[in-house]
């Protein structure tokens, strides 16, 4: 048991160390993910450590480079660029390389057009199948007041007469 231990040990070592440095922990987090041409996009990571910075690569959508600088959230670098007006529609690739060290995060940046930010209010009603409480008919909502009523008269009369004890 001990054998095949330290046989999996080192091969989990072996694995580590050729596994390339900026492979490791962190991603780039891109907001709002989904953004129209001429829209502002932010970035952060938490991956360039504590007081780490980083240099950003917007060039797949046609931004050119931005800085990460560390941000009041503590271990994160945060920045930001403008997507140009001329960028066509699709998903792109949103890099950013830390100043220490080999590490580097990418995320992804989707492109659509009409894609804006602004609040849609709902119109209309939703068809739930349930119905309200005052329906379109005011002699459908009568009947059905009167038959609920109806119903628990014939309810109670039937009760009170068991409890009697005339039976059924």
């Not at 991603?27 to 360039?48: E, K, M, W």
């Not at 059905?144 to 409890?163: I, N, P």
Request: aromatic fraction near 4%; proline fraction near 5%.
């Amino acid at each position: 048991m001990r054998r095949i231990a330290r046989l999996l040990t080192g091969a989990a070592l072996v694995v580590a160390a050729g596994a390339p440095a900026w492979a490791g922990t962190g991603s780039l987090d891109v907001y709002p993910s989904s953004v129209a041409p001429g829209g502002q996009v932010t970035v952060n990571t938490a991956a360039c450590g504590e007081k780490g910075s980083a240099v950003g690569d917007a060039g797949a959508v046609g931004a050119g480079t931005f800085t990460l600088a560390p941000s009041s959230h503590k271990g994160e670098a945060i920045g930001q660029f403008r997507v140009p007006e001329s960028a066509q529609p699709g998903t792109y690739e949103i890099l950013a390389k830390c100043a220490e060290g080999d590490r580097q995060v990418s995320g992804d940046l989707l492109v659509a057009l009409g894609a804006a930010h602004e609040q849609v209010q709902p119109r209309g009603s939703m068809k739930t199948g349930v119905g309200g409480a005052l329906g379109a008919d005011p002699v459908q909502t009568a009947a059905g007041v009167a038959a609920l009523a109806v119903a628990a008269a014939g309810g109670t009369w039937l009760l009170h007469r068991r409890a009697r004890g005339d039976g059924y």
